[in-house]
Each structure stands twice: as structure tokens, then as C-alpha cells.
């Protein structure tokens, strides 16, 4: 809202006006006289003629007639009043075009109303002359040449346009201000977001350069332990420990042994069987003093074969018949009749006895352990439970040529234990293999109490 410049008039002797600074090259005197009209002009009776018109008929003119019955300072209000009323158009359309001129520099929603005010202020504005009726009447003339007022309010808004857009640049200045310091606090918060990422970020490539390290050491580990034990990574463990079974299925389609104990000259055992694959089979016979008194069918399913590279390990699976005690009167036949005479007869008699048979399942794992060139396994049934180790004294030249087993076994069966009950026996032998995959023998000390010689076909 604009005071019109008028306003200021109100001290009009004390105060010396700077027109260029104040906006008001115009004086009093100037007005009246650059318009012609005369405030003194008074009809033949000595009233001013103003009162007696109550109009002003004038085309340079602006003017204000106040007429109150009460005072003097309500007919100055009304003078002031009408005069504003007089100039409210004019003073708009100056603002309105004014803010045309200037509308590349003003914001968009500035508009005249930010100028002046259609309820304009005139308390300042001089009151050009008064006149008291004899009826106690009074009157009051406030009047302003066209043009003068016309280039002072011209100048006024021009002081005030120059003023808003001053305000308006440093509001601007201030906003463009806050927005940088915002980006720039911004731009600092992501910097030190980014650094915390990027912080994140080289500690995972240093874990994980490190992990790239420990596998590369890894590997190069295990290039090293497999150039260096390759001769011994390449033997595959024998299908049978001294008596008890490992997790390897043989090679052949079929496999034939014997054991025969050089002290009475006497086969103690024989055993035959079929491989396919993954599967096998065997079945065999046991003799003591000249009778058979054992004998088993085993079938097993290697369900896990060879895996490792370094520390090979294999698993099977399988299910055993079992025949513990073969009824004692068939020792007297046998001794009559010898240990193969009429074997199929005694044998199915034997079978018919309900009491006799058992089975079992049961479990071997093998493991072989390069450091130590052995291979350990571990065979578990209803009837015992057996801790081998085979150990190759040299792989490199001979591979598995040469073996040395070793087999401690926990007896549960008391069927199966030897002559002196013994419910912990260790089993230690020999093994040459003299056709690879074709013909082996084993020098063995079993049962606490004998050596035997046993010999292995493959075919």
C-alpha cells in the first residue's frame, strides 16, 4: 500500500523537501498557479463560489468539497474524502500501467494493488481553503493541478516500484541464498553418505580380497597336497579290509577268496561274488576244527561314490544274513565225511534250523588321509563294530602293490568271537598284489591265535 505523497504535506512550513528524493517536484503554489484557478474567486454577495457551485469547473482541476454541520475538522475529513474519491481512477491507472512497464521485473502475482490502496489515507493532504456560513456551516476545498499531481503520484509509485523490486531481488537473493546453503548442506550430507558407502564398500572389497587370498591359498594347498600325494590319490581302496568290508565295490564282475591256515592245512573260509556297478555280492563259508560253523550273504550299494579331491570319502550301504552257530551234530558227519563231502546237504539242513540264521544292516564309510598315505574305514553291523586303516609304504613306486592292514574290531555276537571270548580282538596283515585287478594274497594274524594265508580272484 502506497500514502499518497500528498500526505507528507500536512507539515508544510517546517520541513524542506528533497524533491528528488521524496518524489514531489511540485509545490502548493505551483499547482494553483499552473492550473488557473483562482481559490479566492467569490460571488457579488462575498461567498467563494465553490460553496455556492459546490463544484470546481475546471478540466486541470482535482478537487475535494467537504461541508460539515458540526466542525471544522469533519468538513476537512469530507474534503478529503471527496478528493480521494476524485482521483481513485487515475492514481489506479498510473499504478496499472506503471506495473506494466515493469512487469519483466516484478514476480508473477505482483499486481497494482501492491502500489495503492482504493481506501486511500488523506490525512496528510493540505486543505486548500475553508469557509464558515452563517449558518454556522462549514466548508472546506482541498484542489491539485492535473498534470503536477499526475507526475507526483507518477513519481511516488515509481520510488515505491523501485522499492518493491529492490525487496523482491534481496527476497530473491535471500531464497537463492537459503536454497544454496540447503544444496550445499545436502551436497555435504551425500558426500559423507558416499563416504560411509564407499567405506562400506572398501571394507567388502578387503574382505573379500582377503577371502580371494585364503581361497587362492586353498587352491594352491590343494594343487600342492595333489601333486605331491598324486601316486597315492590314485589307488582305490580294496573292496575287503582282513575280514570286514570297505565302501569300495570291486572292479570285476566277479571275485573269488580263500583262506587257508598253514598250521593244520586246513581252508578256514571261502568266500565268492558279483559286482555291478555300484552293487555287490558275496557269499561265503567259515570252517573251525575241521566244521563249518559260520556263514554269510552280504549285499551292498555304494551310495556315495569317491568324492574329494584331497581327502577322498566314500559311504555304503548294505544288509547282511548271517549263520552263527551251525547245529553241533553235523560236526561228527563232517569229521566222517570230510570238510566238502556232502557240503550242499549239510548246509541245507542247516538252513532249515529257525534258530540258527540272523541279519543285520549296516553301514561303511572309507576315508582315505594323504599325509599318511592310509585309508581308514569304518564298518558298523548288529554284530560288530570294526576300525580299519590300510597303509601303502610306497605309493609313488610300487602304488598299491604293498599294503599293510590293520582292523580292531568290538564283537557283540559272542558266536563270533574267538575260543577265548574275547570281546576286543586286533587283526593285523600283509597284502601283495601280484596281478593288478587279477590276483592278490594277505598273510594275516586273526583271532588272537593264528596266522592264515588268504588269496583273492578277480576276474
Given at each position: 500500500?502506497?500514502?499518497?505523497?500528498?500526505?507528507?504535506?500536512?507539515?508544510?512550513?517546517?520541513?524542506?523537501?528533497?524533491?528528488?528524493?521524496?518524489?514531489?517536484?511540485?509545490?502548493?503554489?505551483?499547482?494553483?498557479?499552473?492550473?488557473?484557478?483562482?481559490?479566492?474567486?467569490?460571488?457579488?454577495?462575498?461567498?467563494?463560489?465553490?460553496?455556492?457551485?459546490?463544484?470546481?469547473?475546471?478540466?486541470?482541476?482535482?478537487?475535494?468539497?467537504?461541508?460539515?454541520?458540526?466542525?471544522?475538522d469533519a468538513a476537512d475529513d469530507?474534503?478529503?474524502?471527496?478528493?480521494?474519491?476524485?482521483?481513485?481512477?487515475?492514481?489506479?491507472?498510473?499504478?496499472?500501467?506503471?506495473?506494466?512497464?515493469?512487469?519483466?521485473?516484478?514476480?508473477?502475482?505482483?499486481?497494482?494493488?501492491?502500489?495503492?490502496?482504493?481506501?486511500?489515507?488523506?490525512?496528510?493532504?493540505?486543505?486548500?481553503?475553508?469557509?464558515?456560513?452563517?449558518?454556522?456551516?462549514?466548508?472546506?476545498?482541498?484542489?491539485?493541478?492535473?498534470?503536477?499531481?499526475?507526475?507526483?503520484?507518477?513519481?511516488?509509485?515509481?520510488?515505491?516500484?523501485?522499492?518493491?523490486?529492490?525487496?523482491?531481488?534481496?527476497?530473491?537473493?535471500?531464497?537463492?541464498?537459503?536454497?544454496?546453503?540447503?544444496?550445499?548442506?545436502?551436497?555435504?550430507?551425500?558426500?559423507?553418505?558416499?563416504?560411509?558407502?564407499?567405506?562400506?564398500?572398501?571394507?567388502?572389497?578387503?574382505?573379500?580380497?582377503?577371502?580371494?587370498?585364503?581361497?587362492?591359498?586353498?587352491?594352491?594347498?590343494?594343487?600342492?597336497?595333489?601333486?605331491?600325494?598324486?601316486?597315492?590319490?590314485?589307488?582305490?581302496?580294496?573292496?575287503?579290509?582282513?575280514?570286514?568290508?570297505?565302501?569300495?565295490?570291486?572292479?570285476?564282475?566277479?571275485?573269488?577268496?580263500?583262506?587257508?591256515?598253514?598250521?593244520?592245512?586246513?581252508?578256514?573260509?571261502?568266500?565268492?561274488?558279483?559286482?555291478?556297478w555300484l552293487l555287490s555280492m558275496?557269499?561265503?563259508?567259515?570252517?573251525?576244527?575241521?566244521?563249518?560253523?559260520?556263514?554269510?550273504?552280504?549285499?551292498?550299494?555304494?551310495?556315495?561314490?569317491?568324492?574329494?579331491?584331497?581327502?577322498?570319502?566314500?559311504?555304503?550301504?548294505?544288509?547282511?544274513?548271517?549263520?552263527?552257530?551251525?547245529?553241533?551234530?553235523?560236526?561228527?558227519?563232517?569229521?566222517?565225511?570230510?570238510?566238502?563231502?556232502?557240503?550242499?546237504?549239510?548246509?541245507?539242513?542247516?538252513?532249515?534250523?529257525?534258530?540258527?540264521?540272523?541279519?543285520?544292516?549296516?553301514?561303511?564309510?572309507?576315508?582315505?588321509?594323504?599325509?599318511?598315505?592310509?585309508?581308514?574305514?569304518?564298518?558298523?553291523?548288529?554284530?560288530?563294530?570294526?576300525?580299519?586303516?590300510?597303509?601303502?609304504?610306497?605309493?609313488?613306486h610300487l602304488g598299491d602293490a604293498?599294503?599293510?592292514?590293520?582292523?580292531?574290531?568290538?564283537?557283540?555276537?559272542?558266536?563270533?568271537?574267538?575260543?577265548?571270548?574275547?570281546?576286543?580282538?586286533?587283526?593285523?596283515?600283509?597284502?601283495?598284489?601280484?596281478?593288478?585287478?587279477?590276483?592278490?594274497?594277505?598273510?594275516?594274524?586273526?583271532?588272537?591265535?593264528?596266522?592264515?594265508?588268504?588269496?583273492?580272484?578277480?576276474?
Open positions: 500500500m502506497i500514502i499518497l505523497p500528498a500526505l507528507a504535506l500536512a507539515q508544510q512550513d517546517t520541513v524542506i523537501y528533497d524533491r528528488e528524493v521524496l518524489g514531489r517536484p511540485f509545490s502548493l503554489d505551483e499547482i494553483v498557479q499552473q492550473s488557473g484557478f483562482n481559490a479566492q474567486n467569490v460571488s457579488p454577495n462575498g461567498v467563494p463560489t465553490w460553496v455556492v457551485d459546490g463544484a470546481i469547473y475546471s478540466d486541470t482541476i482535482y478537487y475535494g468539497i467537504g461541508r460539515s454541520f458540526v466542525s471544522q469530507d474534503a478529503r474524502l471527496r478528493f480521494a474519491q476524485h482521483v481513485e481512477v487515475s492514481v489506479q491507472s498510473i499504478a496499472i500501467q506503471k506495473v506494466k512497464e515493469n512487469k519483466e521485473r516484478l514476480t508473477d502475482e505482483y499486481s497494482f494493488e501492491s502500489l495503492v490502496s482504493t481506501n486511500m489515507n488523506l490525512s496528510g493532504v493540505l486543505i486548500t481553503e475553508r469557509y464558515v456560513s452563517p449558518d454556522s456551516t462549514f466548508h472546506s476545498l482541498i484542489s491539485y493541478g492535473r498534470s503536477e499531481y499526475h507526475r507526483m503520484v507518477t513519481r511516488e509509485i515509481e520510488i515505491t516500484l523501485e522499492t518493491d523490486i529492490r525487496q523482491q531481488v534481496l527476497a530473491h537473493k535471500a531464497k537463492e541464498a537459503m536454497r544454496a546453503d540447503s544444496l550445499r548442506h545436502k551436497i555435504k550430507m551425500d558426500s559423507l553418505a558416499l563416504s560411509r558407502k564407499q567405506a562400506v564398500i572398501d571394507s567388502l572389497d578387503r574382505i573379500l580380497a582377503m577371502e580371494e587370498r585364503e581361497q587362492q591359498q586353498k587352491e594352491e594347498r590343494i594343487q600342492l597336497l595333489k601333486h605331491r600325494y598324486a601316486s597315492f590319490l590314485k589307488i582305490k581302496p580294496r573292496y575287503l579290509l582282513i575280514d570286514a568290508p570297505t565302501a569300495s565295490t570291486p572292479d570285476s564282475w566277479f571275485n573269488m577268496s580263500g583262506r587257508w591256515n598253514p598250521e593244520n592245512s586246513q581252508t578256514s573260509e571261502v568266500t565268492a561274488g558279483l559286482s555291478i558275496q557269499a561265503s563259508l567259515q570252517a573251525h576244527s575241521n566244521f563249518i560253523n559260520q556263514g554269510e550273504f552280504v549285499a551292498k550299494l555304494e551310495v556315495l561314490p569317491t568324492v574329494g579331491e584331497i581327502y577322498p570319502i566314500n559311504l555304503a550301504l548294505g544288509w547282511v544274513q548271517y549263520y552263527e552257530i551251525f547245529a553241533p551234530e553235523n560236526q561228527i558227519r563232517l569229521d566222517e565225511t570230510g570238510l566238502f563231502n556232502d557240503m550242499i546237504s549239510h548246509l541245507r539242513d542247516e538252513m532249515q534250523d529257525p534258530y540258527a540264521p540272523g541279519s543285520s544292516f549296516f553301514g561303511v564309510v572309507t576315508m582315505g588321509y594323504p599325509t599318511l598315505n592310509s585309508q581308514f574305514s569304518f564298518y558298523m553291523e548288529k554284530r560288530k563294530i570294526s576300525l580299519g586303516a590300510i597303509w601303502y609304504p610306497f605309493p609313488r604293498i599294503s599293510v592292514i590293520n582292523q580292531v574290531d568290538m564283537i557283540s555276537a559272542k558266536g563270533f568271537r574267538n575260543r577265548f571270548n574275547d570281546t576286543f580282538q586286533w587283526q593285523v596283515g600283509l597284502r601283495l598284489i601280484a596281478i593288478q585287478d587279477r590276483f592278490a594274497t594277505m598273510i594275516t594274524y586273526e583271532d588272537h591265535e593264528c596266522w592264515r594265508l588268504n588269496f583273492e580272484f578277480q576276474y
